[in-house]
């Protein structure tokens, strides 16, 4: 085979980097050698044969010695085979999984809304584990199982036609039968590998949401549920399993012909002297060593198809588009919206021809009701998602030009879902600015209101806060995000102000920890609490993904009747008691 074309298969069937593919090309190479080397000890055999039968008799050590130097050279090439393959799978594998990780970081959230995530960590761990296994057990060995059939099939019809065509033709036949079923192989295994992967979400859906369930008394709905996917995924395995090994099964049987077609020509040839013993002999050998060959073939195939299914999951998350931009050096920070459209999927549009300009050292305010798309122009601001249409620009720059390394260094984040590490409460602030030292992340704790808490924790900053900070409360995981905004000091701020109602001392800590974070910046809150943004440079109304009005809280008092209506029902909520 060319090399361009071997080329083309791994990269177009398997995925592999160019790396990749010079390991399988050396590690196909040195197979290639052990398979000559087991079959020249064959040939030492049917040597000695030879010189039974014809009565040469030479000293035991000649043939031990011929033995001793085949076996060497074979462990050498083992060896250089199995250093090849291993050393060379876990780089590519390595490689593969850094090239995702890679990928990940550069992926819009966009791609994690539509995209489930368990099937996203299958396919860095278990998807690349498979074709690990398949780099190191079958690609190369495959290919080298290949040429050396080739190779031998040439042989044994020049050394005798008729009992090469013997041996091969029940190989070729149980191979193509093997080869015709691979369409069907395919869809069954991929079909199994869709059900395992729904089964997966199933059970992790189940164990996130393991307090929903237990309020709402839903355990044995959710039991017999998953355990209805395990069954249809079990009953689909027998099915897989039968379409895998019908084939395999048939084309065995087929190939095994091999050695009794040999038998019974070599027979025939030996009755009219056609064929000398010793011919027979080999030929018995060397087709049962083919046989052998082809079914460690089929074996690889087997193995290929049930990873198409796999290798397609990894080249769709490799050739999915990233978000692309240049590292622009940002100056001023004045934010314009033109006409910004977005939908989260094809059917509906969230943002729906947005504009407005956030000016520098300005707070400007977003207000709407509920579902409206406040937290979406936050999130377009930011590029976690990239907007369909229209344009945002800082700096007289399009964000989509702007590398998000360079837009996040200038951006600043408060959001109402605050993540937390469960690292100690200082790393958490840290998270802020890398390099802060211990002393300026006290600080900015301080500042935040947050340490009244953190020193009543049992380790203070060094207390560890439990995934996603579930120790602590909402008021106090917005006093954190507050804090590493404050550290990260970023001449933008977004803010996205908590909506659940918080009791008066933790909202009068926000609200003060709030007001010494966006001096002299471009913030852009999102508000639920209009009394808090009566006093914002500007105020911009949203409904359903458009601007209503815009202007300060005594303009929109006279021209927005949305306006007048939101503060009507929110001066409505503070008077609410139960
Ligand atoms: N990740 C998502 N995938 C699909 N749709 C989404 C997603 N996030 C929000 N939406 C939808 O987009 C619309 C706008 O949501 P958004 O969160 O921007 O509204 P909002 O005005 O901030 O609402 P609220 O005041 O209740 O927080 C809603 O209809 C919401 O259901």
């Known amino acids: 085979m060319e090399g361009a074309r071997m080329k083309t298969i791994l990269k177009r069937n398997f995925g592999l980097t160019d790396s990749g593919i010079r390991m399988v090309r050396r590690a196909a190479l040195a197979s290639f050698f052990v398979n000559a080397g087991y079959m020249a000890l064959m040939l030492i055999a049917m040597y000695y044969g030879d010189n039974v039968l014809k009565g040469v008799i030479r000293p035991a050590w000649y043939y031990l ?32 999984r850094l090239e995702i990780a890679d990928q990940i970081k550069k992926l819009p959230l966009s791609y994690f809304s539509r995209h489930d995530l368990s099937d996203l960590a299958q396919t860095i761990m278990q998807d690349v584990t498979d074709l690990e296994h398949a780099m190191s057990h ?46 069907a192989q395919k869809r069954w295994t991929e079909k199994y590998f869709w059900k395992m992967r729904e089964t997966t979400e199933a059970f992790q859906e189940a164990i996130e949401l393991q307090r929903e369930i237990k309020s709402c008394r839903y355990e044995d709905k959710n039991y017999q549920e998953v355990s209805a996917s395990l069954d249809a995924a079990e009953r689909l395995r027998v099915r897989t399993e039968l379409m895998q090994s019908m084939p395999i099964l048939l084309s065995t049987a087929v190939m095994k012909l091999s050695i009794g077609f040999v038998a019974a020509v070599s027979a025939a040839l030996l009755r009219i002297n056609a064929v000398q013993m010793i011919y027979v002999i080999g030929f018995l050998l060397v087709s049962m060593r083919l046989t052998d060959a082809v079914g460690v073939m089929e074996d690889f195939f087997a193995e290929f198809f049930y990873l198409d299914a796999r290798i397609k999951r990894i080249g769709e998350l490799r050739n999915t588009p990233t978000q692309q931009g240049k590292n622009l050096e940002l100056e001023h920070f004045d934010i314009e919206l033109k006409d910004v459209r977005f939908a989260y999927n094809d059917e509906t549009k969230v943002i729906n021809g947005v504009s407005f300009v956030a000016k520098q050292d300005q707070v400007t305010a977003i207000v709407g009701p ?29 964000i989509q030009e702007i590398s998000t390394d360079a837009l996040f260094d200038k951006v600043s984040f408060v959001f109402q879902d605050v993540i937390l590490f469960n690292s100690s409460v200082l790393d958490n602030i840290r998270m802020g600015r890398l390099d802060a030292t211990d002393e300026e992340v006290r600080q900015a704790a301080r500042l935040a209101n947050c340490e009244d808490f953190i020193l009543r924790l049992p380790e203070g900053y060094d207390t560890l806060i439990g995934e996603n900070g579930s120790k602590l409360s909402g008021g106090e995981r917005q006093r954190i995000s507050i804090a590493r905004a404050l550290l990260k000091n970023a001449p933008i701020l977004l803010l996205d102000e908590i909506s659940a109602s918080l009791d008066v001392e933790n909202e009068r800590k926000i609200q003060e920890a709030l007001n010494r974070l966006i001096t002299d910046k471009t913030v852009i809150i999102v508000s639920h609490r209009l009394k808090s ?35 009507e029902k929110s001066s409505l909520t503070e008077k609410f008691t139960y």
């Open 65 to 96: 010695a011929i033995i001793a130097v085949t076996l060497a050279v074979l462990y050498i090439l083992i060896d250089r085979e199995y250093v090849l393959t291993f050393n060379g799978t876990y780089q590519e594998a390595t490689n593969l």
């Open 138 to 183: 079958s690609i190369p060995r495959c290919i080298a199982y290949v040429f050396f059939l080739t190779v031998m099939a040439v042989l044994l019809l020049a050394s005798n036609p008729l009992l090469g065509l013997a041996a091969l033709i029940p190989l070729a036949v149980g191979l193509v039968l093997m080869l015709l079923s691979q369409r």
């Open 370 to 398: 509920s579902g409206c798309g406040k937290s979406t122009i936050l999130r377009l601001i930011s590029r976690l998602y990239d907007y369909d249409g229209g344009s945002i620009r800082i700096d007289g720059h399009d």
């Open 533 to 567: 943004i009566e006093k914002a440079d500007q105020i911009v109304v949203m409904d359903a993904g458009r601007v209503e009005a815009a202007g300060t809280h005594d303009e929109l008092m006279k021209k927005s009747p949305l306006y007048q209506r939101l503060i």
